[in-house]
């Protein structure tokens, strides 16, 4: 794997300077000091650039423990026994149901459900781990939003 994480990681790397650099054309607030909307593309700038760092460090790693030639054949489609497609289309599937709750219920109370769900669906069966991630993800996140960032994440039209 280490050739293709390097070529990954170079790839998306190169994407994400681009995207960045589109980026800084974006107009900028200056009514307040307080981050808003135009913040969050360099946030996603540097956290991918550091995601697709990770990427190549790894496949550099991995070409160390290996003679190089292994990790150029190509794996077989059965190599990876945890792929399930009907995983996969839940969870596309729980994502367009999460878009819709969205809308009537808000963030508030959609996403500890669907992130409870994801997990599920993903494979994660620890009632203690479900529960405490499903509750402490969406209000780290609530109140990131809220209070740092100052944007009003959706409400919903029954709460609304």
């Given at each position: ?44 700038t ?58 009537l ?7 500890p ?44 039209s029954?709460?609304?």
């Amino acid at each position: 794997m280490g050739p293709r994480n390097i070529v990954g990681g170079v790839v998306i790397f190169g994407l994400t300077l681009y995207y960045g650099g589109l980026a800084t054309l974006l107009p900028k607030r200056t009514t307040t000091d307080a981050p808003g909307p135009h913040f969050f593309p360099y946030l996603i700038t540097i956290s991918i650039l550091a995601l697709s760092a990770m990427l190549i460090f790894q496949g550099v790693r991995g070409l160390k423990g290996s003679n190089g030639l292994a990790d150029l054949r190509p794996e077989r489609p059965s190599s990876n026994e945890n792929f399930s497609i009907a995983r996969a289309a839940a969870g596309l599937l729980l994502t367009g149901l999460y878009f819709f709750a969205l809308s009537l219920f808000g963030f508030f109370w959609s996403t500890p459900v669907f992130f409870g769900a994801l997990m599920w669906v993903t494979g994660e069966r620890r009632p203690l781990v479900l529960l405490g991630l499903a509750i402490a993800v969406p209000m780290f996140l609530f109140f990131l939003f809220r209070d740092l960032f100052q944007l009003p994440l959706p409400r919903g039209s029954y709460f609304g």
